[in-house]
């Protein structure tokens, strides 16, 4: 995930304190809030709506978690 420079991260906000006030990145370890949004309307995986690339869900630390690569480019129906 990279490294996070929120400091409503307490991480980030205890390691700034600790270097007196110079933001300290620290690594990325998302706090998910709510649901994914938009998620694929027609395509279920265990009866709920697939990710698509173009989602993203909001993080506690201020972030947005989002999709570089969602896995499959092309669906087949049989």
Known sequence: ????????????????????????????????VGTWVPPAPTTLVAGKPALASGAVLTCA?????????????RTNVS
């Open 1 to 32: 995930f990279g490294m996070c420079s929120s400091l409503a991260n307490p991480t980030v906000a205890a390691a700034t304190a600790a270097a007196l006030g110079v933001l300290t990145p620290m690594p990325c370890v998302p706090a998910p």
């Open 61 to 73: 630390w201020g972030g947005v978690i989002s999709l570089t690569f969602p896995g499959a480019v």
